[in-house]
């Protein structure tokens, strides 16, 4: 049997090498983007379709009775309809483990920058304050150490973890905060409350999940540190955005740096991407993005699509 494989939206993984992807016994179609209105006809005669940020919901499955799997180009599945698949006997294959280095080095750059000013003294070369100084530097932004602060990690697998190990390196203190929802504390964790009550810093690295929406908001902020950092690099529905800009403003949150936004790519009317805080630092999705970590992508994906094929 020869296996059709369609890959909707491969220009999600930029200029990545797919040839991994060419396996034995199929035929591998790719589209740099596909719309939903596209998605059905495209879909349509694949065994296997791969897909990173195309939604395929239980409307969609439906019109797909060739449809054998689906390989997210992704760790988080929730553009899946996990239920309407497994109802359908379509196996669902996630990527994880790829991002391993890239995620945590782009927390500690985003974490740098606030902490060191760079953007604000950078700006600040490049419009003439320093030739115009009568002193040797510019103090004009304040810059704060990283040694001795407190990071707390909020989802605490691989990328957790790796955070947390560069965390110490800098000389941070660690605290692993329990889920949001949890009836139970496990070893080694706090309750999500005490946790961010002690945090200098909190790093946000859990799936989004209906426990998770949003589980920082105006209640979570008011319990931070006053001036307490802000990072996520996971997903951003898990921030409430006029929450965050409320403590943003009123300095309950010191600073924030947010590398995913609720909606990607986010409409020119994002209230996060409007207000030009300087104590607001976003990016745009590119923190799993490394050449490595995409690379280690397709052949994960081409790894999942084997071992489906073999089974």
């Given at each position: 049997m020869r296996y059709q494989i369609v890959f909707a939206d491969a220009a999600t993984l930029g200029d990545a090498d797919l040839s991994a992807l060419h396996l034995a016994n199929c035929q591998l179609q790719v589209?740099?983007?596909?719309?939903?209105?596209?998605?059905?006809a495209r879909l349509q005669d694949a065994d296997i379709a791969i897909?990173?940020?195309?939604?395929?919901?239980?409307?969609?499955?439906?019109?797909?009775?060739?449809l054998k799997a689906i390989m997210v180009a992704a760790t988080g599945m929730d553009n899946i309809d996990l239920?309407?698949?497994?109802a359908a006997g379509?196996?669902?294959?996630?990527?994880?483990?790829?991002?391993?280095?890239?995620?945590?080095?782009?927390?500690?750059?985003?974490?740098?920058?606030?902490?060191n000013q760079l953007f604000s003294y950078s700006t600040a070369v490049q419009r003439g304050d320093w030739s115009r100084s009568q002193s040797?530097?510019?103090?004009d932004y304040p810059i704060f150490e990283l040694?001795?602060?407190?990071?707390?990690?909020?989802?605490?697998g691989v990328l957790g973890q790796a955070t947390a190990a560069l965390a110490r390196a800098f000389g941070m203190k660690v605290l692993i905060a329990e889920r949001p929802s949890a009836t139970e504390i496990r070893p080694g964790r706090l309750a999500f409350g005490a946790a961010l009550a002690e945090a200098d810093i909190v790093s946000l690295h859990c799936p989004l999940t209906a426990d998770t929406r949003h589980m920082i908001n105006k209640n979570s902020l008011a319990g931070l540190k006053t001036g307490a950092v802000l990072i996520n690099t996971a997903r951003g529905a898990l921030i409430e955005p006029n929450a965050l800009l409320d403590a943003l403003k009123t300095g309950q949150v010191g600073a924030a740096a947010l590398d995913v936004l609720s909606t990607e790519p986010p409409p020119a009317s994002d209230p996060l991407l409007n207000c030009k805080l300087p104590n607001l630092l976003i990016t745009p999705h590119?923190?799993?993005?490394?050449?490595?970590?995409?690379?280690?992508?397709?052949?994960k994906i081409a790894d999942n699509i084997r071992g489906f094929l073999e089974r």
């Open positions: 589209y740099a983007h596909s719309s939903a209105d596209e998605l059905p897909v990173n940020k195309c939604r395929l919901d239980a409307a969609l499955i439906a019109k797909l009775p060739r239920q309407a698949a497994r379509i196996q669902v294959f996630n990527v994880t483990d790829y991002a391993g280095t890239a995620v945590p080095q782009h927390v500690f750059a985003l974490l740098l920058a606030l902490s040797f530097c510019l103090l040694a001795g602060k407190t990071m707390v990690i909020v989802g605490y590119i923190g799993w993005a490394s050449r490595e970590a995409r690379t280690r992508m397709v052949l």
